[in-house]
């Protein structure tokens, strides 16, 4: 039994060591990037923005599929709130959506345009973006003029009411950017604290500060799918480089590539945090509330970024880029990093009850010096994790949501677990039926008039 017991020692020291070790090389990459903000935001403060030029039209593209609850209150805001003059929406629909045609077609307004795809729903949100393209570049004949920019939203998207005078205004200019991307803000579910509540946890740090990091590296920056505006000109190169689709098909994270290729052209993009009458210039919108669903989200973004992503895009670019490709691609893996600390954590809880409770056991050999002040390095630094991502939040959404980050954290490693067995799954499906991918959607919904939709 004291064999036995020796073993299991060794077991758990070795398993404890390589957990720490793997943790603390994340920790310090995620320390970097903290640091990094801290040394170049002082450097990067931007001045207001000039005043937005006249004669900047937008074509705002949205994909829609099965989405009759949500499209017709979203366009009617945006078509109602939108402070910019100048714009039409194009919205992509199917043959085989009825209730979505009804939907669209119940709203009045010259501004919108209706963009039925030949074929029947669902094919890819790709797809359907690139039937949006083809009819904007129809609508361009038609007018005999080219629009100034593409913006791409999502049928559940609350539109802040400055987003287009604030595109315009950065997409003018001798050192205008070929993209423009505004943050993207989740919206507080009381229903769903947890769940919903950790991607508000997420995107606070992504785009108050992460994405922020990348751009002044000079790395590309990743298009989020919505709030953002392309350069007509250079989307149209991309779209020539690809027979008439500027977005790739056979992708399930086309709009993370497109940030990508527009880089690789050389157009650079540029994350705007721009306030109006104190509130930041955001894209706000419901997450998924229910575990289930966040883990089908979760699934898609690890499986187009990190796994299928690394065949599609692989390692372009100079260093700083590189190390932005690497952070993207390294979530699955820390998710199930994070798996294992909870497994080794368990492990040592049994430990120490069996040295309790048998007392030959307690005779055994205590973790090393070394091992024991890496654990307590990497404390420190999840000590440190926390109360950045908490202050962050805090900045966003207040100081409960900013208390209420701590616990999500551990909720978050879970769901990004869970998410990356699913996307392990569809992915190595993928490649043995060699299939293009499905619009893997979830079902969305657009805050009532009681819901606390800003912007």
């Known amino acids: 039994m004291v ?255 497109l940030g990508l290729k527009l880089h690789a052209l050389g157009g650079r993009g540029r994350l705007v945090r721009h306030h109006h009458d104190g509130q930041l210039v955001a894209t706000a919108e419901h997450f998924p509330a229910s575990l289930g669903s966040a883990i089908r989200q979760k699934a898609r973004w690890a499986h187009g970024i990190s796994l299928a992503g690394w065949d599609r895009v692989g390692w372009r670019g100079g260093l700083a880029n590189r190390w932005m490709l690497w952070r993207d691609r390294k979530g699955p893996a820390m998710a199930l990093v994070s798996l294992a600390a909870y497994a080794v954590a368990g492990m040592i809880a049994l430990d120490g009850l069996v040295r309790h409770l048998w007392p030959p056991a307690a005779a055994l050999p205590p973790l090393s010096h070394g091992l024991v002040a890496l654990l307590w390095w990497n404390f420190a630094l999840l000590c440190w994790r926390l109360l950045v991502r908490a202050l962050f939040t805090c900045r966003e959404e207040g100081p409960v949501e900013g208390l209420l980050a701590t616990p999500r954290a551990a909720v978050g490693n879970i769901i990004n677990a869970l998410a990356t067995f699913r996307a392990l799954r569809l992915y190595i499906a993928a490649l043995r039926a060699g299939t293009a991918p499905v619009w893997d959607k979830t079902v969305h919904r657009f805050p009532s008039t009681s819901d606390p939709a800003r912007g």
């Open 3 to 257: 064999e036995l017991i020796a073993a299991w020692h060794v077991l758990l020291h070795e398993a404890l060591l390589l957990v720490a070790i793997i943790i603390a090389i994340n920790g310090l990459d995620d320390l970097a990037v903290d640091l990094a903000w801290l040394w170049l935001r002082p450097r990067h403060q931007s001045a207001p923005p000039p005043p937005a030029p006249k004669g900047c039209n937008f074509a705002i593209l949205i994909p829609a599929w099965d989405e009759a609850a949500v499209i017709g209150p979203m366009l009617r805001r945006l078509l109602a709130t939108q402070a910019w003059p100048d714009f039409i929406v194009l919205v992509g629909l199917y043959p085989n959506d009825p209730a979505g045609l009804a939907a669209v077609a119940a709203i009045a307004d010259p501004r919108l345009r209706l963009a039925i795809n030949p074929r029947p729903g669902p094919t890819t949100k790709a797809d359907c973006l690139n039937q949006l393209w083809q009819h904007l570049c129809a609508e361009e004949a038609r007018q005999g003029r080219r629009f100034a920019a593409v913006v791409l939203h999502d049928a559940e998207d609350v539109v802040h009411p400055q987003e287009l005078a604030v595109m315009a205004a950065h997409l003018a200019g001798p050192d205008a950017p070929a993209m423009v991307q505004l943050p993207v803000r989740p919206l507080i579910d009381a229903g769903s604290p947890l769940v919903a509540g950790h991607y508000i946890d997420e995107f606070a740090q992504s785009h108050g500060k992460d994405l922020l990091v990348r751009q002044w590296l000079g790395a590309a920056l990743p298009s989020a799918g919505v709030g953002v505006a392309f350069d007509r000109v250079l989307l149209g190169q991309v779209a020539a480089a690809q027979g008439g689709r500027p977005f790739a098909d056979n992708s399930l994270t086309e709009d993370y590539e």
